[in-house]
């Protein structure tokens, strides 16, 4: 699932998921405080459509949602776990499923790594030296549920 967006709308975005006020957008980009609210108001509706759509098609029945952080905490019904769904600016629309397994023995636990570890620094989360991907997903959602 991809977000029908221009580049422009997504930085806003994320400049006010940062903590960016409107108007501070506004004036870096030299445009009015009404086009960066338009452009917002733009990108809220098509980031709730897609976290939404994303918690549909992967049954994942929603029990808290943030549409300007852009993240979503629900519960899988098929895997009976907890489920995340978020946008990250360098990695896009991830679904990550709370578990309890050995990443030790995966052969994608770097890459689960590296995704968790650009997500906590776009989020501003520290993470505390997790050893293992489920660990630091654990660390990274529990300290991200108490921001949103």
Same mark, same amino acid.
């Given at each position: 699932?991809? #977000?029908?967006?221009?580049?422009?709308?997504?930085?806003?975005?994320?400049?006010?998921?940062?903590?960016?006020?409107?108007? /501070?957008i506004?004036?870096?980009?030299?445009v009015?405080?009404?086009?960066?609210?338009?452009?917002?108001?733009?990108?809220? &509706?098509k980031? &709730?459509?897609?976290?939404?759509?994303?918690?549909?098609?992967?049954?994942?029945?929603?029990?808290?949602?943030?549409? /300007?952080?852009?993240? #979503?905490?629900?519960?899988?019904?098929?895997?009976?776990?907890? %489920?995340?769904?978020?946008? &990250?600016?360098?990695?896009g629309?991830? !679904?990550?499923?709370?578990?309890? *397994?050995?990443c030790?023995?995966?052969?994608?636990?770097?890459?689960?790594?590296? #995704?968790?570890?650009d997500? %906590?620094?776009?989020? /501003?989360?520290?993470?505390? *030296?997790?050893?293992?991907? %489920?660990?630091?997903?654990? /660390?990274?959602?529990?300290? #991200?549920e108490g921001? !949103?």
């Amino acid at each position: 699932m991809f #977000l029908p967006l221009n580049e422009r709308q997504f930085e806003f975005w994320r400049l006010r998921r940062d903590g960016v006020a409107g108007a /501070e957008i506004a004036r870096s980009f030299s445009v009015s405080r009404q086009s960066v609210s338009k452009a917002l108001q733009g990108m809220d &509706s098509k980031i &709730s459509r897609v976290l939404l759509e994303m918690a549909r098609s992967n049954r994942i029945e929603v029990t808290k949602v943030n549409f /300007e952080r852009g993240v #979503l905490f629900g519960r899988s019904v098929q895997l009976n776990t907890d %489920a995340i769904i978020f946008i &990250s600016a360098k990695h896009g629309v991830q !679904v990550w499923y709370r578990h309890d *397994g050995d990443c030790g023995g995966c052969s994608r636990a770097h890459e689960c790594e590296g #995704l968790l570890r650009d997500y %906590a620094g776009e989020m /501003e989360i520290s993470l505390a *030296g997790s050893e293992s991907p %489920a660990e630091m997903a654990d /660390e990274l959602f529990r300290k #991200l549920e108490g921001i !949103v």
